[in-house]
């Protein structure tokens, strides 16, 4: 049994707080990580507050993980002490259904393991729990399947978002061929909304902006966006209507659709990645007068998730990264609710310990 310190969320209504838990010791395909760096992903703050329903608490959050390897069990092949390695947002699967088999984990027939608030359905839970704890902790024990390597060329910390921010977003720029003579569109410059636009400009895509914010003008332009729309410019919105062929919408509360699904042309493909607790509607006719395709994506699975990272370090792409202490987590998930960071806050685990 290993102890680790942990910030967590007793309750849907409780602020987070420090918290000690324990890990199991790694079995023979384990791999134990010492955590570096944890993002923090707008998702962390829906289940911390219970925003989606049926989160089990104590609740430790945390999916974008990165560290080093600090003990390997005896038939693991993969890794060894030392190694620069990720985990994001699960951490297990059946690995023998379908979906496991076309490398789409998170799809697994009999259910993945997330990271948090997850049912550990393939292996031993943490001791004195029936649920998982995230990263938001100094250390964690998974199956070495379900541990990526870190490329050098990407800093662990500016690394750490991209487990859950770009996977969330790679997956579907890629599926949707997005690249030379694309033109896409990334709705909600936030955390993924940003990893979206430096994935889609390295792919070789015309990208576009879609945002709230006026300010995030200038800022999108310096991510790689070659076109900013601001929403609330209805002129704007109109006259680029039909001008897109793929949307990446990332937005994390309820929006008109309408407004955002006009902008694509014949056949052209909303992606929905964002998670707003309630419904969301469309226009029977927005959907068939160009015979447009309203779709979502959920993260990507590891094999996928390893070669967004290889993709990443090769093109120069990282996460823009604002560091605090795990002291602030509380403050950062105000700030994260006014769209007040630039793009994602990251823990420092080494804070966890103070
Ligand atoms: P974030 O950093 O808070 O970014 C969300 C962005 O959406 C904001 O920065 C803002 O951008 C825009 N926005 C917020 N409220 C809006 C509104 N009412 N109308 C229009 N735009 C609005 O959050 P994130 O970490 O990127 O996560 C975004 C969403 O994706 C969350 O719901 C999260 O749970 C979900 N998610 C899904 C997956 C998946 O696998 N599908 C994975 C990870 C996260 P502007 O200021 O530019 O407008
Ligand atoms: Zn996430």
């Not at 579907?172 to 990334?186: E, H, I, N, S």
Request: proline share 5%; with cysteine.
């Amino acid at each position: 049994m290993i102890s680790a310190r942990a910030y967590a969320a007793a309750t849907a209504k409780s602020p987070l707080a420090p918290f000690e838990l324990s890990r199991r010791d790694p079995g023979p395909r384990d791999v134990l990580i010492d955590i570096s760096y944890c993002g923090i992903c707008h998702s962390d703050l829906h289940c911390a507050r219970d925003e989606w329903g049926g989160q089990p608490f104590p609740c430790v959050p945390g999916h974008e993980i990165a560290g080093v390897v600090s003990a390997v069990g005896s038939a693991v092949t993969k890794f060894k002490v030392g190694d620069r390695v990720g985990v994001g947002c699960m951490v297990d699967s059946c690995g023998e259904c379908a979906a496991c088999k076309a490398g789409l984990e998170q799809h697994c027939e009999r259910g993945a393991t997330w990271t948090y608030g997850g049912s550990n359905f393939y292996r031993p839970h943490d001791p004195g729990t029936g649920h998982t704890f995230g990263g938001y902790s100094t250390a964690i024990t998974v199956v070495e399947n379900f541990v990526v390597r870190i490329p050098d060329a990407l800093p662990l910390d500016a690394a750490a978002p991209m487990l859950c921010a770009g996977i969330t977003t790679y997956s579907p720029l890629k599926r949707f061929g997005a690249g030379p003579g694309k033109r896409v569109g990334v709705v909600g410059l936030g955390g993924l909304g940003h990893m979206a636009v430096k994935i889609a400009h390295a792919m070789g895509a015309h990208v576009t902006v879609i945002t709230t914010s006026p300010n995030k003008a200038g800022p999108a332009r310096e991510l790689g966006a070659d076109a900013v729309l601001v929403s609330s410019d209805r002129a704007a919105m109109e006259a680029a209507g039909s001008s897109l062929d793929l949307i990446v919408d990332t937005v994390s509360a309820v929006h008109d659709m309408d407004l955002y699904m006009g902008l694509l042309g014949l056949e052209g493909a909303l992606v929905l990645v964002g998670l707003p607790p309630e419904k969301l509607e469309v226009s029977a006719f927005t959907l068939t007068g160009a015979r447009r395709i309203f779709t979502g994506s959920n993260i990507g699975g590891i094999a996928e998730t390893q070669e967004m990272l290889d993709f990443c370090a090769a093109h120069g792409v990282q996460a823009e990264i604002e560091k605090i202490p795990a002291q602030q987590i509380n403050e950062a998930y105000e700030r994260l609710l006014k769209g007040d960071v630039k793009y994602r806050f990251v823990i420092d685990s080494a804070t966890l310990h103070t």
